[in-house]
């Protein structure tokens, strides 16, 4: 079955400290590849998403993530994160179109 | 526009109740789905619709029923509710297939324990 992985159950940082936040997905032909944040007592929200194109893309708040292809991965960067940042983050991918699988997700927390 | 509406907000029930967790969107959206979320499973896709009339099954659809009569409404019934169904519930809607350039829009949730 199609199945996303997130590496990092919890992440610590202090502010201004860099941070990458990985994903990696199972093969399962073309997909689409999303991460999605959620703050404390708020609903899910879209930082970013590759559909096709330069693999580099950037998402809202200075998130940016990478695709690469070879090593099935989709990883969430940002060069310098802000107390703000904290909240849990879900990679999600979309195998055929209709239905969209979600990471167990990470949890960040940035200590100010 | 509200978005997507979820309803109750938190609800409590007992082993072998049922009940129906009622969501509805004012987007126009074509695509509905539901999540449940659990500690350290990230969110599973429970049902989805992608237009009204038409429902499927997502990874975790045992013991969960749905329906799409209209495009706006999106209801999940439980129709016998067991503790392993506690968690917190998502719907979510798009204009089209999450698969297309159209995002996910996602209710507040809503938190059901059932003891």
């Known amino acids: 079955a199609q199945s996303v992985s997130q590496h990092n159950h919890h992440v610590i940082l202090s502010e201004a400290a860099s941070l990458e936040l990985g994903c990696n997905y199972s093969?399962?032909?073309?997909?689409?590849l999303f991460w999605y944040v959620q703050y404390p007592g708020q609903h899910l929200q879209l930082l970013l998403k590759?559909?096709?194109?330069?693999?580099l893309v950037k998402g809202i708040k200075g998130f940016e993530a990478e695709f690469i292809k070879s090593k099935f991965s989709f990883n969430l960067r940002k060069p310098s994160v802000q107390w703000s940042d904290t909240a849990e983050y879900f990679c999600a991918v979309t195998y055929n179109n209709n239905d969209m699988r979600f990471g167990a997700g990470t949890r960040l927390t940035v200590k100010p | 526009n509200a978005g997507v509406t979820q309803t109750p907000k938190f609800q409590v029930l007992k082993t072998g109740q049922s009940m129906t967790l009622q969501c509805a969107q004012d987007m126009n959206h074509e695509y509905m789905s539901w999540y449940r979320q659990d500690p350290g499973m990230g969110l599973r896709l429970i049902h989805y619709?992608?237009?009204?009339?038409?429902?499927d099954q997502g990874e975790v659809p045992n013991g969960y029923n749905v329906s799409r009569s209209t495009t706006e409404d999106f209801p999940l019934r439980l129709l016998s509710a067991a503790p392993s169904q506690t968690s917190v519930y998502f719907c979510a809607s798009s204009y089209s297939v999450p698969g297309t350039n159209s995002p996910l829009h996602f209710g507040n949730g809503t938190r059901l324990t059932v003891t």
């Open positions: 093969y399962g032909g073309t997909v689409n």
């Open positions: 590759y559909f096709s194109g330069d693999p």
């Open positions: 619709s992608v237009g009204a009339g038409i429902t």
